[in-house]
């Protein structure tokens, strides 16, 4: 599967991006997954396929379990839609569904580190793998 998250907005914090960056270096295992910033929706917008299934994360969306992302991950894999793209940062752009991580409001560098441990996450699940190391 190939999995793009896409941010935009502000600079994400150093500590945030070692974070991520050891969530990439485990998630090289399952999938290919790239992390993107733009500083506006236009930028975005020139860069999205029109092919990706693109899920919006927003304290607007639908709030979904580990298992349920899991589910969902597992699903548009099984459906040939290995070209997924999660977007931060925004809710006006053309979108496949929304999704919440939570109903708090976050710093964009901690939702983002966040996304990416919950697909991860989804991968051990999917994977029958124990979580934690």
Known sequence: MNIKVYVVGEK?????????????????????????????EEQLLKKLADKSYKILISVNGKTVTSEELADKI???????????TFVIGTNNIPHDEVVALSTIEMDLG????????????????LGNEPYHK
């Open 12 to 40: 994400i914090d150093k500590t945030f991006l070692e974070g991520i960056k050891e969530y990439e270096k485990r998630l090289s295992r399952y999938c290919k997954i790239k992390l993107q910033s733009f500083k506006n």
């Open 110 to 125: 901690i939702k983002t580190l966040i996304m990416f441990e919950q697909i991860y996450r989804s991968y051990r699940i």
């Open 74 to 84: 597992n699903h548009l894999g099984i459906t040939g839609k290995s070209d997924v």
